[in-house]
């Protein structure tokens, strides 16, 4: 009579062993077990000491370079750019004498910029118009593409560039990647006040195809900050660390190495110019905005892959060529009603250790306000979230890591650990995990970094108060990050630079 009670039991404990066999860890983290990386600290600390004597004239690419006029318009978006892009110390040699003052120069930078897109989102969030900003007083004087990124740390910033032509005949110019901006611009002759730049600066009269926009276009009116003078439209682009430029508003061709060119680009024709853009000559708007230059050349998707920031190394920036593989993390890629620049991704969650961090779904939510979310920010360096998921999330990090020495905080980094005299450590992993399922585990020199030539290492996140958080470029260094625009998401490509 037993016989048959024992059957249903036994399938019962089937059921429940294939389960759990058959669930995978990705999916559904084992609580009992720590998944951990390896960090190479000889590695990442002869990096720092290598970039601080690294010499741009040992490696100096060629400046003012004329590309032929007989390369192809592109105006069709099925077509295919690539450029390349570069780290900055490739085009100036830092000035810093260790590398800790570079680090703490660089954080500074990184704290304004993230400073000033906050503030524009502010304002945006409270609606304040175009009409109520006004340019500060000053006289101003008489589809597929690919391209190189270069790292920007040895003047300390987080910022890449990429190399572009501009006008005709074209002129080749070291242009910022910026995916918070929307606005392409350069410095250009004359200048009332110009900052030091790697090329020549750009000589409007030279190019037959130069021309001003003026007050009554679309171009003009779509600028956040502009003013008209002679018929002639201004624009003023400000940044969060005092930095600004100022000038004349035109269109001009802008061409991509031997893959061709595109007329009629808006940018901005600075005379006055003034911040921390040593080495650049101005700078490429990727973010969502009609001016941008994603726009522009109506772009299906672009790509990006950002090399070591401590690296002389290059990779590319691509246009219209989405390459997902099967070991691409995929994830939503939203956009927030209030401001159409910024990049947001859907994001659910984020593991220490292989373990989910208590983090309320709300830490990462963009609401019907426009308040909240998470963007991805190739100008911003370092990673800041919410206080209510950074706390969680290094208080994790901090407990699995015991077994190593800690010392004090740097800067805005509070969880710091002395590695001198180590060759590698175990550290547990931390990934992100987005809305759809899918997780991007960072290598551990993206997130353990150096500050210092001694051996001080931290944990590579920020906490803010503000709603917005932001994925920054040293997460992101080594892997590509495609936006693809036409089917709304996003792609995280590791080892494909």
Same mark, same amino acid.
């Given at each position: 009579?037993?016989?048959?009670?024992?059957?249903?039991?036994?399938?019962?404990?089937?059921?429940?062993?294939?389960?759990? #066999?058959?669930?995978?860890?990705?999916?559904?983290?084992?609580?009992? @077990?720590?998944?951990?990386?390896?960090?190479?600290? !000889?590695?990442?600390?002869?990096?720092?000491?290598?970039?601080?004597?690294?010499?741009?004239? !040992?490696?100096?690419?060629?400046?003012? #370079?004329?590309?032929?006029?007989?390369?192809?318009?592109?105006?069709?978006?099925?077509?295919?750019?690539?450029?390349?892009?570069?780290?900055?110390?490739?085009?100036?040699?830092?000035?810093?004498?260790?590398?800790?003052?570079?680090?703490?120069?660089?954080? =500074?930078?990184?704290?304004?910029?993230?400073?000033?897109?906050?503030?524009?989102?502010?304002?945006?969030?409270?609606?304040?118009?175009?009409?109520?900003? *006004?340019?500060?007083?000053?006289?101003?004087?008489?589809?597929?593409?690919?391209?190189?990124?270069?790292?920007?740390?040895?003047?300390?910033?987080?910022? =890449?560039?990429?190399?572009?032509?501009?006008?005709?005949?074209?002129? /080749? $110019?070291?242009?910022?990647?910026? @995916?918070?901006?929307?606005?392409?611009?350069?410095?250009?002759?004359?200048?009332?006040?110009?900052? *030091?730049?790697?090329?020549?600066? $750009?000589?409007?009269?030279?190019?037959?195809?130069?021309?001003?926009?003026?007050?009554?276009?679309?171009?003009?009116?779509?600028?956040?900050?502009?003013?008209?003078?002679?018929?002639?439209?201004? =624009?003023? +682009?400000?940044?969060?660390?005092?930095?600004? @430029?100022?000038?004349?508003?035109?269109?001009?061709?802008?061409?991509?190495?031997?893959?061709?060119?595109?007329?009629?680009?808006?940018?901005?024709?600075?005379?006055?110019?003034?911040?921390?853009?040593?080495?650049?000559?101005?700078?490429?708007?990727?973010?969502?905005?009609?001016?941008?230059?994603?726009?522009?050349?109506?772009?299906?998707?672009?790509?990006?892959?950002? +090399?070591?920031?401590?690296?002389?190394?290059?990779?590319?920036?691509?246009?219209?060529? +989405? /390459?997902?593989?099967?070991?691409?993390?995929?994830?939503?890629?939203?956009?927030?009603?209030?401001?159409?620049?910024?990049?947001? +991704?859907?994001?659910?969650?984020? &593991?220490?250790?292989?373990?989910?961090?208590?983090?309320?779904?709300?830490?990462?939510?963009?609401?019907?306000?426009?308040?909240?979310?998470?963007?991805?920010?190739?100008?911003?360096?370092?990673?800041?979230?919410?206080? /209510?998921? =950074?706390?969680?999330?290094?208080?994790?990090?901090?407990?699995?890591?015991?077994?190593?020495?800690?010392?004090?905080?740097?800067?805005?980094?509070?969880?710091?650990?002395?590695?001198?005299?180590?060759?590698?450590?175990?550290?547990?992993?931390?990934?992100?995990?987005?809305?759809?399922?899918?997780?991007?585990?960072?290598?551990?020199?993206?997130?353990?970094?150096?500050?210092?030539?001694?051996?001080? $290492?931290?944990?590579?996140?920020?906490? @803010?108060?503000?709603?917005? &958080?932001?994925?920054?470029?040293?997460? *992101?260094?080594?892997?590509?990050?495609?936006?693809?625009?036409?089917?709304?998401?996003?792609?995280?490509?590791?080892?494909?630079?």
């Amino acid at each position: 009579m037993a016989e048959p009670a024992s059957k249903p039991s036994l399938l019962f404990f089937i059921l429940i062993f294939l389960f759990f #066999t058959s669930t995978s860890p990705r999916d559904l983290p084992d609580a009992t @077990t720590t998944t951990t990386t390896i960090l190479d600290v !000889t590695s990442s600390l002869q990096q720092a000491q290598d970039i601080l004597s690294f010499d741009p004239q !040992t490696q100096k690419p060629s400046t003012n #370079t004329t590309i032929t006029t007989t390369a192809q318009s592109f105006s069709s978006s099925t077509l295919s750019f690539s450029l390349e892009l570069h780290s900055r110390e490739t085009m100036y040699r830092t000035h810093h004498k260790d590398y800790k003052s570079l680090v703490l120069s660089r954080l =500074y930078r990184d704290t304004a910029r993230f400073n000033s897109l906050t503030t524009r989102l502010q304002l945006a969030l409270e609606d304040i118009s175009k009409s109520d900003l *006004q340019p500060i007083e000053t006289d101003i004087q008489p589809e597929d593409l690919s391209a190189p990124v270069t790292s920007g740390v040895s003047q300390g910033s987080g910022e =890449y560039f990429t190399r572009v032509g501009v006008g005709n005949p074209a002129r /080749q $110019f070291y242009m910022v990647l910026d @995916t918070g901006s929307d606005i392409n611009w350069l410095q250009c002759q004359p200048c009332t006040d110009c900052y *030091q730049q790697t090329d020549p600066v $750009f000589d409007p009269s030279a190019s037959s195809t130069y021309a001003p926009v003026t007050c009554q276009s679309q171009q003009c009116s779509s600028l956040e900050t502009s003013s008209c003078r002679g018929g002639r439209c201004l =624009y003023q +682009v400000n940044y969060g660390d005092g930095s600004y @430029t100022l000038g004349d508003f035109a269109t001009e061709s802008v061409s991509f190495g031997n893959s061709g060119s595109v007329k009629n680009v808006p940018l901005g024709c600075g005379h006055n110019n003034e911040g921390l853009f040593v080495g650049a000559a101005g700078l490429l708007g990727l973010g969502g905005g009609p001016l941008s230059l994603t726009n522009q050349l109506k772009a299906t998707s672009f790509s990006y892959c950002l +090399v070591n920031r401590n690296s002389a190394g290059s990779s590319t920036l691509d246009f219209n060529s +989405v /390459q997902l593989g099967g070991d691409s993390v995929t994830a939503p890629l939203m956009k927030n009603r209030k401001i159409d620049t910024f990049y947001y +991704v859907g994001l659910s969650g984020m &593991s220490v250790g292989g373990q989910m961090v208590s983090i309320p779904e709300s830490a990462f939510r963009l609401d019907e306000s426009g308040n909240g979310g998470i963007i991805v920010d190739c100008g911003t360096a370092i990673t800041r979230l919410q206080t /209510q998921a =950074y706390d969680p999330l290094r208080d994790a990090f901090a407990k699995m890591t015991q077994n190593l020495k800690r010392t004090s905080a740097v800067a805005l980094f509070d969880t710091c650990y002395d590695l001198s005299g180590q060759t590698s450590v175990r550290v547990p992993t931390v990934s992100f995990h987005f809305t759809g399922g899918k997780s991007w585990n960072l290598p551990a020199a993206n997130y353990l970094v150096p500050v210092d030539s001694a051996g001080t $290492f931290c944990f590579a996140f920020a906490p @803010t108060t503000s709603s917005l &958080s932001i994925i920054g470029n040293v997460q *992101q260094q080594g892997t590509r990050v495609t936006f693809d625009l036409a089917n709304s998401r996003m792609g995280f490509s590791p080892n494909k630079c």
